[in-house]
């Protein structure tokens, strides 16, 4: 005789009420095991989740970085050159593989500004040393445009500490 067979036995030869609960305990028995393999499926996840953010931080940190030094070199300057804009926009590039569209979209916007005022700079103080635009209006407005790009700039630099921290994680969303 074997071990089922044994088994076979002793459950026919229980009452019919409590060969019923074996039944129901043995249907029971794969849901059962079924949610513990769910629940441990989900915990997976949410690690695999943490483990992701952990090892991406340094890169998404080092594209904040690339954004605060642009813009503070801006402020120091009060201008930047078109190389310069260039430099960040390739060092922050990055940025599309690890961040969702909006901060891509603010690289874009910072680097479109700063080449915005690259040009309006450049119109009047050529990079060849020509004399560039004559005092008057039109010299007036161009640096009216290139003041309030600037200060575009330096609203970004403290506003950008807000919006990278959320991307981070650092704060809650």
């Not at 922050?92 to 700079?121: C, G, P, R, W």
Request: hydrophobic share 35%.
């Amino acid at each position: 005789m074997d071990k089922q067979e044994i088994t076979r036995i002793i459950i026919e030869s229980l009452p019919p009420t409590e060969a019923s609960w074996i039944d129901i305990l043995s249907a029971l028995l794969t849901p059962v095991i079924a949610l513990i393999a769910l629940y441990i499926a989900y915990h997976q996840h949410k690690i695999n989740e943490q483990r992701l953010r952990h090892e991406t931080y340094e890169r998404r940190l080092k594209i904040y970085k690339t954004v605060q030094k642009h813009l503070s070199n801006i402020v120091r300057e009060r201008k930047t050159t078109y190389q310069q804009c260039s430099e960040y926009y390739i060092e922050a590039s990055e940025a599309t593989f690890l961040f969702d569209n909006s901060v891509q979209k603010k690289i874009y916007e910072i680097h479109q500004k700063s080449i915005d005022m690259v040009y309006l700079h450049e119109q009047m103080h050529p990079p060849d040393g020509s004399p560039g635009l004559p005092d008057g209006k039109e010299r007036c407005e161009i640096s009216l445009k290139e003041s309030t790009l600037l200060k575009w700039h330096i609203d970004q630099l403290e506003s950008s500490k807000e919006f990278f921290a959320k991307k981070l994680g650092l704060k809650n969303t």
